[in-house]
C-alpha cells in the first residue's frame, strides 16, 4: 500500500511532466523515470524552471550535467 506522501509526490511528478510536453513537446518523455524517482525538493526546484527555462536541459541543469559526464568515463 502506498504512502499517502509517496501518492502526493508521483503526482506531482506527473503533473511536471505534463507541463513539461506541453512546453517542450514529446521530448519531455525521456525525463519521466527521473521524474517519478526524484525527491519532492527536485521536483519543486524543476516545477519553478519550467516557468522560464528555454529548454529541457535549462530545467535539469544539474542532472543533464552529471549524465553527460557519466557518459564520457570509460
Known amino acids: 500500500m502506498q504512502r ?8 506531482r511528478a506527473e503533473l511536471l511532466l505534463q507541463q513539461l ?6 521530448a519531455a518523455d525521456g525525463y519521466r523515470t527521473r521524474l517519478l ?3 519532492p525538493a527536485e521536483l519543486d526546484r524543476w516545477a519553478l524552471r519550467v516557468l522560464d ?3 529541457l536541459d ?6 543533464s550535467k552529471r549524465i553527460r559526464e ?5
Open 70 to 74: 557519466l557518459a564520457s568515463c570509460p
Open 37 to 39: 524517482t526524484a525527491a
Open 58 to 63: 535549462a530545467v535539469f541543469a544539474d542532472w
Open 4 to 11: 499517502p506522501s509517496e501518492g502526493r509526490t508521483e503526482g
Open 53 to 55: 527555462a528555454s529548454s
Open 21 to 26: 510536453r506541453q512546453r517542450f513537446g514529446a
